[in-house]
Every structure is written in structure tokens, then in C-alpha cells.
């Protein structure tokens, strides 16, 4: 038997059990339960419903003083909605206002203006904002922070 015959069996015997496993894949596959699709179908639209019923909670415009290089004074003046996680979740986050300020201020104080003046600097701003608030309060609530009004002096 000559090389090219060991090469061409070896081949032949990769195809065959190539061939066998996606047999007994496919077999168990349709032995497989079907999910049901109605029940999905039913449980995603709830969750839409749910999550398109959840409205953010305002906050006050605030003024924050910015660290500048210069002598010339600096500052944030934003606005806020935060968005819950969940509509029962809207009376703590009005009665944590003071929680978010201060953790504005803690944040914002230690960028720049030029930091902020940026998408990059708001979405970092954003995102220290919803970690530092959740982990101050224990759990999450905060989903999301709409700036409605962000403007650096």
C-alpha cells in the first residue's frame, strides 16, 4: 500500500466520521423540545411594555465649580433625568437628590473643563455618576442619565 493510498484512507475515514457526527448532531437536535414561541412572544412584549412605562425623574439644574488651570473660575451648570430601572423606583431616586449632587460634585471637580467640553468627557461623567449613585444606594437604580441641559463657563 502506497502513500498515496494511506493519504486517500485517511481522507475517506475524516469524511465518514465527519459525516456520522453531523448525523447524530442533527438527529438530537430534532429530538430536541421546541420552545414555545407564543410564550416568548408574550413574555417580550410584556418586558417592552414595561420598560417603555418606566419615565425618568428630573432633577433640579445645578451649578458645580469646575478645577481650571487658569485664574479664571469655571463651572458646570447641568441639568439631569434619571432614568430607573424600575417605576417604583422613582420615589427614591427624588428622595436621593442630595446623593446625586454630591456625587456630581465629587466627580466633576476633578475633571477639567476641557474634559467635560467633550462626547468622551459626558459619557465618563455619566457612567461614574450611575456606578458611584448605585453603589451608594445598594442596589441598582439608575439606568440611565439623560443630560438636558450641560453647559461648561
Do not use: C, W
Not at 33 to 40: M, P
Not at 65 to 92: A, Y
Request: hydrophobic share 45%.
Amino acid at each position: 500500500m502506497g502513500s498515496f493510498q494511506k493519504i486517500l484512507l485517511i481522507i475517506n475515514l475524516v469524511v465518514v466520521l465527519a459525516g456520522a457526527g453531523l448525523v447524530y448532531y442533527s438527529h438530537n437536535m430534532i429530538k430536541a423540545e421546541a420552545t414555545d414561541q407564543a410564550a416568548e412572544v408574550e413574555n417580550l412584549k410584556n418586558s417592552a411594555m414595561e420598560q417603555a412605562q418606566v419615565q425618568a425623574v428630573p432633577m433640579k439644574k445645578f451649578v458645580v465649580n469646575l478645577h481650571s488651570r487658569g485664574t479664571r473660575l469655571r463651572f458646570l451648570d447641568v441639568e439631569m433625568n434619571i432614568l430607573p430601572f424600575h417605576n417604583d423606583q422613582k420615589e427614591l431616586i427624588k428622595a436621593s437628590e442630595y446623593i446625586f449632587k454630591d456625587t456630581l460634585i465629587e466627580i466633576a471637580s476633578h475633571l477639567t473643563p476641557e474634559e467635560l467640553d467633550t462626547l468622551s468627557g459626558k459619557i465618563l461623567l455619566e457612567n461614574k455618576i450611575k456606578k458611584q449613585v448605585n453603589a451608594k444606594l445598594g442596589q441598582p437604580v439608575v439606568k440611565q442619565i439623560y443630560f438636558s441641559g450641560f453647559v461648561v463657563q
